[in-house]
Each structure stands twice: as C-alpha cells, then as structure tokens.
T-cell receptor
Framework: DGGITQSPKYLFRKEGQNVTLSCEQNLNHDAMYWYRQDPGQGLRLIYYSQIVNDFQKGDIAEGYSVSREKKESFPLTVTSAQKNPTAFYLC???????????????FGEGSWLTVV | AQRVTQPEKLLSVFKGAPVELKCNYSYSGSPELFWYVQYSRQRLQLLLRHISRESIKGFTADLNKGETSFHLKKPFAQEEDSAMYYCALNESGGSNYKLTFGKGTLLTVNP
C-alpha cells in the first residue's frame, strides 16, 4: 500500500527536550517537505528537501533540524530552541518538483506535538 | 509579507447557494496556483490546479493575473463541500518546488 506515513500521531514532550518526528514515503518521490499547521495560521513551511543529502530552510526553520540520508525518509527534530513547539506537523512529498501537470503533492496524516 | 492571502477565515452558505472562496497572491514571476482541501479527519489533498483548467467536484478556479487572484467557485454548494480550503502558490518556479499556503478558509454548507 503506497503512501506517506508519519509517526507518532501524538507525542508529548517536556520542555527542554528534543523530539524527532518520523516521515517515511514509499512513493519513490524526490522531494519532501515539513509544514506546521496552527489554527488561523494555515500551513507554514519549516524545511524541504529536493534531493537526498540536501535540504533548504523554509519560512520558520528556527528551532528545527532535518536530515535526508535516504530518499524515503525525512525526519524532523524539534529542538529545545523552538519557543512554541506545540502544533500539528504535516509531512508531504512530490515525485518530481517542477514536473508535469500530473504531478501532485501528497500529505501525511500529521503528528500532534504537545509540550507539557 | 504574506504571499498568499485568503481574506475570509470562515464562510457559511446554504445548500444550493453559490460559493466563492477568495485567494489573492503576490508574486513577481509566473505563478503556479493550487487549491487544497481538508475534509474533517482526512488528509490535506489537492482539489485543483490552475494549469490544468479542470473542474473538480463542481469547483472551478480561474487565474486572473491582472487582479492577482485565484478565487475558487462553485455554482451550487453541497453539504459535503464543508471543509477547510487552502490556496497555495508555487513561488519558486522551475524545479525548485516550494509551496506557500494561505491561512485557509473554513467553509460550512448548511442544510
């Protein structure tokens, strides 16, 4: 069953701790993205990666880090430096950035992170 | 500066009424625009894109470069259209695919 999988769905973190959210896709997609979704804020881009071993900062990268060691995986680490980490995090992927009109970005089901 | 603006946070219409969800963008290059929809407890998914000029679930959207708008329209709203709608802009163009989303509009279609 092809798709994009995020885990865990729900995560609680104590202040001062780092936490890593997993995003895996078996769609053979080249590009992967992390967004943060807050009420009234829409989706804001954190980091994105067009190709393995390369990634770029999005609009709100401070306090986050990523890696892209494998094509199918793009984990997001929320560090203790992120001042307001409680949010819903969405991972997405697309096969060929800038490709044909049939190209579509696919989203995972999301991960809820709560800092306690 | 906001690159994608959806001026209405909430929009409520009655079943069978026309609906228009507004989207304005700010981009100096040639824009590539999309509408995404998120139904309750479902994943965010693509509704339509301007380059394919298609009608999905009765929705259409026309890119107006003069007004820098990409409003989503449907002549007769249905209850199942109730969802969160996001307008999105690929502002990098070419192979550097970077989607910027608006803040979204929650559409409620009342019976």
């Amino acid at each position: 069953d092809g798709g994009i999988t995020q885990s865990p769905k729900y995560l609680f973190r104590k202040e001062g701790q780092n936490v890593t959210l997993s995003c895996e896709q078996n769609l053979n997609h080249d590009a992967m993205y992390w967004y943060r979704q807050d009420p009234g804020q829409g989706l804001r881009l954190i980091y994105y990666s067009q190709i393995v071993n390369d990634f770029q900062k999005g609009d709100i990268a401070e306090g986050y880090s990523v890696s892209r060691e494998k094509k199918e995986s793009f984990p997001l680490t929320v560090t203790s430096a992120q001042k307001n980490p409680t949010a819903f995090y969405l991972c997405a992927s697309i096969m060929e950035p800038g490709g044909s009109s049939g190209n579509t970005i696919y989203f995972g089901e999301g991960s809820w992170l709560t800092v306690v | 500066a906001q690159r994608v603006t959806q001026p209405e946070k909430l929009l409520s219409v009655f079943k069978g009424a026309p609906v228009e969800l507004k989207c304005n963008y700010s981009y100096s290059g040639s824009p590539e625009l999309f509408w995404y929809v998120q139904y309750s407890r479902q994943r965010l998914q693509l509704l339509l894109r301007h380059i394919s000029r298609e009608s999905i679930k009765g929705f259409t959207a026309d890119l107006n470069k003069g007004e820098t708008s990409f409003h989503l329209k449907k002549p007769f709203a249905q209850e199942e259209d109730s969802a969160m709608y996001y307008c999105a802009l690929n502002e990098s163009g070419g192979s550097n695919y970077k989607l910027t989303f608006g803040k979204g509009t929650l559409l409620t279609v009342n019976p």
